[in-house]
């Protein structure tokens, strides 16, 4: 059974969307990527509302078992780092309503995940998306890649499971019964890799 991620790039003038299906095996599919776009002269309440319209229409659209969202960190904008952290929590918020995991990923980490640079730049990245994912032209704009590179990262590097607390304790290896059944079967199945490995 595959994981769904769903990776987010948040953001207040653009807020990627993506939507990826991972096998144990590595192997990611396409879903679904987009991008929702607010004007800098809307009233941030209105702002803040059509994310939250639009996470909300995903979350349900695509029922994901986990979330991929970039990390906010530090940059010399200050108010570029408010939009993107008030995006964020948005975005959170939905996601814990439903009860629905969360990883953050620094932007460092993702570019290491998927092209193997964590200093590539953002055509390297859109790139590998387009190559990982085997589509025929490159995902637009590169906030919807980075949304892709997300989901792709979160499956590969942690393990497919942002898995809460109280879920990791209702059974050994963090399979309890608090995980969905994909993460359950995912979690089963990067087992057996492992162990197949040694």
Known sequence: MALRVL???????????????????RRASLVDVGVVGTHSEEPLDQRLLAISLAVDEWLDRHRPDVLAVERVFSQLNVSTVMGTAQASGIVIAAAARRGIP???HTPT?????????????????????TR??????????????????????HAWRGNGLAVPAAASAAGPGGTGSGLTPAQRAWAEAEARAKRGRR
């Not at 990776?7 to 095996?25: H, M, Q, S, W, Y």
């Open 132 to 153: 990982i994912l085997r589509l025929q032209a490159p995902p637009r704009p590169a906030d919807a890649a980075d949304a892709l590179a997300l989901a792709i990262t």
């Open 109 to 129: 980490e993702v570019k290491a995940a998927v092209t193997g640079n964590g200093q590539a730049d953002k055509t390297a990245v859109t790139k590998m998306v």
């Open 7 to 25: 990776g987010i790039d948040p953001g207040l003038t653009r807020c990627g969307f993506g939507v990826v299906d991972v096998e144990a095996n």
């Open 102 to 104: 969360v990883a953050l």
